[in-house]
C-alpha cells in the first residue's frame, strides 16, 4: 500500500475550519474587561434558575480509541494506533501506520455514531514494517469485524466492499449512522479497497 493518502483543498479547508473553531472556543473562554472574573461575581449577574427548570441535556456517548481490530474471516488480527495529518514536502497527507492500522483520529471512535476509518498496508517494501490488512480482499458482507478500546469490544457486521480511486475522499464521511471504514490499497496498489461496516 502506498505510504500516505492524499487530502483535496476541501479537506484542507475542513482542517481549518477544525482549528479556527478550536481558537474561537478558547478565546471564547478568556474573560473580557468588564465581564466576571470569578464566580461569587458570575452568581450576582446570572438569573436564578430552578434546578426543575433546567433543559435536559444528553450527551453522546464518549467512545475510548480503539487498541485491536479482527476480522476473523481474513485471518486479520492487530494492534490499532493514532494516525493523522502531516506535511510531506509542502503537502498534506495522511499517515499510515507502521506494524499497526491506524485509526483516523479524527473519525468516530467504536460505538459512536459515526464514521470509524481504520488504514493498513496490502503491502510493504521494508520487512519491519507489516501488510496487515493484506487479506483484507477475503471480507465479504455478513462478515464481522470487532473493535476493542480496553475491555470493550463493538462487532460490526459487512455491508459493503469495494474498490475506489486514491482520491476517493468520499468513503471517510460519517452520518448519524455508527459505521467502520477499513481501507488499503489493491495488490497492484493503483486503488483503494474499502470495506464498510454497521454496528451490530
Known amino acids: 500500500m502506498a505510504r500516505r493518502f492524499s487530502l483535496s483543498g476541501s479537506n484542507l479547508a475542513f482542517v481549518g475550519m477544525v482549528i479556527g473553531a478550536g481558537a474561537i472556543a478558547w478565546y471564547g473562554t478568556m474573560s473580557r474587561p468588564g ?21 435536559e441535556v444528553r450527551e453522546l456517548p464518549r467512545g475510548s480509541l480503539p487498541t485491536r481490530l479482527v476480522v476473523p474471516s481474513a485471518g486479520i488480527d ?44 496490502v503491502s510493504v517494501a521494508d520487512r519491519a514494517n507489516l ?6 480482499n477475503q471480507v465479504h458482507p455478513g462478515d464481522i469485524i470487532e473493535m476493542q478500546t480496553g475491555d470493550q469490544v463493538y462487532r460490526y457486521a459487512v455491508t459493503k466492499v469495494s474498490t475506489v480511486d486514491p482520491n476517493a475522499t468520499n468513503v471517510l464521511r460519517s452520518s448519524h449512522q455508527s459505521t467502520v471504514t477499513l481501507i488499503t490499497c489493491t495488490p497492484d496498489l493503483k486503488q483503494r479497497l474499502v470495506v464498510t461496516g454497521t454496528l451490530v
Do not use: M
Request: negative net charge; aromatic residues 4%; charged residues 15%.
Open 35 to 55: 465581564e466576571p472574573t470569578t464566580p461569587a461575581e458570575a452568581a450576582t449577574i446570572a438569573p436564578a434558575v430552578a434546578a426543575n427548570e433546567l433543559p
Open 78 to 121: 492487530t494492534s490499532v494506533v493514532e494516525v493523522g495529518v502531516v506535511v510531506d514536502r509542502g503537502k498534506a497527507t495522511w499517515e499510515t501506520a507502521w506494524r499497526a492500522a491506524g485509526h483516523h483520529i479524527d473519525s468516530a471512535r467504536p460505538g459512536q455514531p459515526g464514521n470509524v476509518v481504520i488504514t493498513g498496508h
Open 131 to 136: 501488510a496487515v490488512f493484506k487479506t483484507l
